[in-house]
């Protein structure tokens, strides 16, 4: 139903990340998988009787154009996710090559 994410050497296919009360899903970005994430997360609801908060929920992508984003949030009806963000204290969409990144994770850590 969605076209899942090919990573690393030995090519995994990624398409989710759970943790507590947050998923991260990974697919292709095209309108066959945005449309069926929508079903998906709907007979999720009708299933278990718990609501998907579309409107706290964001859609961002990588290598992306900004139109078809556009288009992705009108079909999830969710916001536009900005990077870099924070993910459990790391951030996420940034190089990890530039010292600043390193310098932010360890003062963070510090600070905790």
């Given at each position: 139903m969605v076209e899942s994410l090919e990573i690393g050497r030995k090519?995994?296919?990624?398409?989710?990340?759970q943790y507590t009360?947050?998923?991260f899903f990974f697919y292709k970005a095209n309108f066959k998988s945005m449309f069926n994430v929508k079903v998906i997360?709907?007979?999720f609801e009708m299933t278990f009787g718990l609501k998907v908060n579309f409107l706290k929920s964001r859609i961002g992508g990588v290598g992306i154009?900004?139109?078809a984003i556009l288009c992705f949030t009108s079909i999830l009806i969710c916001d536009v996710m900005k990077t870099p963000f924070k993910y459990l204290g790391m951030p996420v969409g940034e190089?990890?090559?530039r010292g600043e990144f390193w310098n932010e994770v360890v003062n963070r850590?510090?600070?905790d």
């Amino acid at each position: 139903m969605v076209e899942s994410l090919e990573i690393g050497r030995k090519r995994l296919n990624v398409n989710m990340l759970q943790y507590t009360d947050d998923t991260f899903f990974f697919y292709k970005a095209n309108f066959k998988s945005m449309f069926n994430v929508k079903v998906i997360l709907n007979c999720f609801e009708m299933t278990f009787g718990l609501k998907v908060n579309f409107l706290k929920s964001r859609i961002g992508g990588v290598g992306i154009d900004q139109t078809a984003i556009l288009c992705f949030t009108s079909i999830l009806i969710c916001d536009v996710m900005k990077t870099p963000f924070k993910y459990l204290g790391m951030p996420v969409g940034e190089s990890h090559k530039r010292g600043e990144f390193w310098n932010e994770v360890v003062n963070r850590s510090r600070a905790d």
